[in-house]
């Protein structure tokens, strides 16, 4: 057991998992590149997964731009999880169609999605609340209330996305229609969006209310929540 874990452990040391994702997306965008100007087996869902591949790239190296911006860097665990979500609902989830392959796949994504964005929210207002220029201690039922605005928040940026892609480019990320290119209407057309919104909301929520007890009770897992200081 001991030696399973240091071999973990020196596989995320050597970020191995994130070169592994990172030319897992850098493949797929290759691919779908060549399919798209080829105009060869190509799927009308490859102009969302190769824009999806893209954005991937640029979140995998999101933590390293903000660490150098604002000298500071999310715990390796959390990290790793950052990874593995955005290879699960980019990789497996677009290029790999397990949206559609794989039963509530995208609920089960929204739902990891509000708890993972209520504990950045919690990490943002830890690393403010920490900060000497912003010498301000914050209650818990307020930083409870900030935790689930600020996922929230994210979640609805995020169908505004979906959203404008749909718009600009002709897509169906939103399930506004069928396979077979029937326009939904009235609640139908709207039940995508607002399940992925309840998963989300359901998510945030459980973090919101353990955040609150934990931040009153003062639990030390709490301190792995918090930014690391460069």
């Not at 919104?197 to 918090?226: D, E, N, P, V």
């Amino acid at each position: 057991m001991r030696k399973s874990r240091k071999l973990i452990n020196q596989i995320f040391n050597s970020k191995a998992l994130f070169i592994f994702v990172l030319i897992s997306l850098v493949a797929a965008t290759v691919y779908l590149t060549v399919r798209l100007i080829t105009k060869t087996e190509t799927r009308d869902d490859y102009p969302m997964s190769l824009i999806q591949s893209l954005l991937g790239i640029f979140l995998l190296f999101l933590p390293s731009i903000a660490a150098r911006r604002f000298k500071a860097t999310l715990s390796s665990w959390m990290l790793i999880v950052y990874v593995v979500f955005i290879y699960c609902a980019i990789y497996l989830g677009e290029v790999h169609n397990f949206y559609h392959r794989v039963p509530h796949w995208d609920t089960l994504l929204h739902f990891t999605s509000g708890i993972l964005l209520g504990i950045l929210g919690y990490t943002l207002i830890s690393f403010l609340n920490n900060s000497r220029d912003i010498p301000v201690a914050l209650s818990p039922i307020f930083a409870a209330l900030f935790i689930f605005s600020f996922s929230m928040a994210l979640a609805v940026i995020w169908e505004i996305y979906e959203f404008s892609v749909d718009a600009i480019f002709g897509l169906n990320t939103q399930s506004w229609a069928l396979e077979d290119g029937t326009v939904l209407i009235g609640r139908a057309a709207l039940q995508d969006t607002m399940k992925d919104l309840i998963a989300a909301t359901i998510g945030s929520t459980i973090f919101s209310i353990i955040g609150y007890f934990a931040i009153k009770r003062k639990s030390s897992w709490l301190k792995t929540l918090s930014l690391k200081r460069l």
